[in-house]
Protein backbone atom coordinates (compact mmCIF):
# COMPACT_ATOMS: atom_id res chain seq x y z
CA UNK A 1 0.00 0.00 0.00
CA UNK A 2 1.09 3.05 -1.09
CA UNK A 3 0.55 6.27 1.85
CA UNK A 4 -0.85 9.97 0.20
CA UNK A 5 -0.54 12.91 1.47
CA UNK A 6 -2.11 16.33 -0.03
CA UNK A 7 -0.25 19.65 -0.06
CA UNK A 8 -2.12 22.53 -1.40
CA UNK A 9 -0.74 24.72 -3.68
CA UNK A 10 1.99 21.51 -4.47
CA UNK A 11 2.60 21.11 -8.67
CA UNK A 12 4.15 17.65 -9.56
CA UNK A 13 6.11 19.75 -12.20
CA UNK A 14 8.72 20.22 -9.08
CA UNK A 15 10.77 16.92 -8.01
CA UNK A 16 11.15 17.15 -3.78
CA UNK A 17 14.21 16.29 -2.21
CA UNK A 18 14.47 12.88 0.09
CA UNK A 19 17.49 12.89 2.43
CA UNK A 20 18.97 9.60 3.98
CA UNK A 21 16.68 10.62 7.26
CA UNK A 22 13.46 9.92 4.75
CA UNK A 23 12.68 13.67 4.66
CA UNK A 24 11.23 14.74 1.86
CA UNK A 25 11.68 18.82 0.78
CA UNK A 26 9.23 19.82 -1.87
CA UNK A 27 8.69 23.97 -3.08
CA UNK A 28 5.84 24.99 -5.38
CA UNK A 29 3.56 27.78 -6.06
CA UNK A 30 5.26 29.78 -2.98
CA UNK A 31 4.95 27.07 -0.89
CA UNK A 32 7.57 25.04 0.86
CA UNK A 33 6.95 22.18 3.16
CA UNK A 34 9.16 19.24 4.83
CA UNK A 35 7.82 15.59 5.17
CA UNK A 36 8.94 12.81 6.96
CA UNK A 37 8.33 10.09 4.92
CA UNK A 38 7.11 6.80 6.27
CA UNK A 39 3.67 4.40 6.71
CA UNK A 40 1.49 7.41 7.34
CA UNK A 41 3.57 10.46 6.26
CA UNK A 42 3.68 13.99 8.54
CA UNK A 43 4.32 17.33 7.77
CA UNK A 44 7.15 18.64 9.97
CA UNK A 45 6.96 22.39 8.85
CA UNK A 46 5.50 24.64 6.05
CA UNK A 47 6.22 28.19 4.72
CA UNK A 48 5.02 31.04 2.07
CA UNK A 49 8.04 31.87 0.42
CA UNK A 50 6.87 35.05 -1.58
CA UNK A 51 7.98 34.01 -4.55
CA UNK A 52 5.88 31.55 -7.21
CA UNK A 53 7.77 29.49 -8.96
CA UNK A 54 8.13 25.57 -10.34
CA UNK A 55 11.89 24.89 -10.45
CA UNK A 56 13.47 21.82 -8.67
CA UNK A 57 15.27 22.53 -4.82
CA UNK A 58 18.87 21.77 -5.45
CA UNK A 59 21.17 21.20 -2.55
CA UNK A 60 24.55 22.96 -2.04
CA UNK A 61 26.68 23.32 0.45
CA UNK A 62 24.29 21.53 2.99
CA UNK A 63 21.39 24.00 2.46
CA UNK A 64 18.43 23.70 0.22
CA UNK A 65 18.67 26.45 -2.68
CA UNK A 66 15.30 27.06 -4.11
CA UNK A 67 14.80 29.24 -7.43
CA UNK A 68 11.40 31.41 -7.41
CA UNK A 69 10.20 33.12 -10.85
CA UNK A 70 12.12 36.35 -9.34
CA UNK A 71 14.52 35.49 -7.10
CA UNK A 72 16.85 32.54 -5.52
Do not use: H
Amino acid sequence: EVATLRLPGVNTAASPVLTADGRLYLASGGRSYVVQDGEKPEVLGKGELGDAGSASPAVSGGRLVIRGARRV
